[in-house]
């Protein structure tokens, strides 16, 4: 989706607060990247189709 690729820009070359720069790659802090790793796939804030299923007290979420 155009809306997810413009966001993706912006977290990329400006500012994410739960980007991790370290010498091995850029590494994503969110909770809802199940995965760790910061690029478009896995982001849960640049792709408006990815879901992050997560269990809390037996119900999921």
Same mark, same amino acid.
């Given at each position: 989706?155009?809306?997810?690729? /413009?966001?993706?820009? /912006?977290? =990329?070359?400006?500012?994410?607060?739960?980007? #991790?720069?370290? #010498?091995?790659?850029?590494?994503? =802090?969110?909770?809802?990247? /199940? #995965?760790?790793?910061?690029? =478009?796939?896995?982001?849960?804030?640049?792709?408006?189709?990815?879901?992050?299923? =997560?269990?809390?007290?037996? #119900?999921?979420?």
């Amino acid at each position: 989706m155009q809306h997810d690729e /413009v966001i993706w820009q /912006v977290i =990329r070359h400006n500012h994410c607060s739960f980007m #991790t720069k370290i #010498t091995t790659g850029n590494f994503c =802090r969110n909770p809802y990247n /199940v #995965t760790g790793i910061c690029n =478009r796939s896995s982001c849960p804030l640049a792709n408006s189709r990815y879901a992050t299923i =997560r269990d809390h007290d037996g #119900t999921d979420f």
